[in-house]
């Protein structure tokens, strides 16, 4: 989970920050906001996996069920 989560949380806000200027560079505003919005449903889906994943491990580790 740790690093790779970190990685590719990065590289997306990477990818969505050049997405975004380019297009803004444009006059392409409303597709750059679409962009941005994509960019945070997919990193909000990654960190979700991600926590979903730790509940599992804590669960796991404690036997609570």
Known sequence: ???DLILKVAGIGILVGVLV???NAID???QA???TL???VV???I???GISDLFVLVNSVFKLY
Request: aromatic share 10%.
């Open 21 to 23: 200027t380019i297009l």
């Open 28 to 30: 392409k505003k409303e």
């Open 38 to 40: 994509a960019g945070v």
């Open 47 to 49: 960190v979700i996996q």
């Open 43 to 45: 990193v909000l889906y």
């Open 1 to 3: 989970m740790g690093f």
């Open 33 to 35: 906001q679409l962009v």
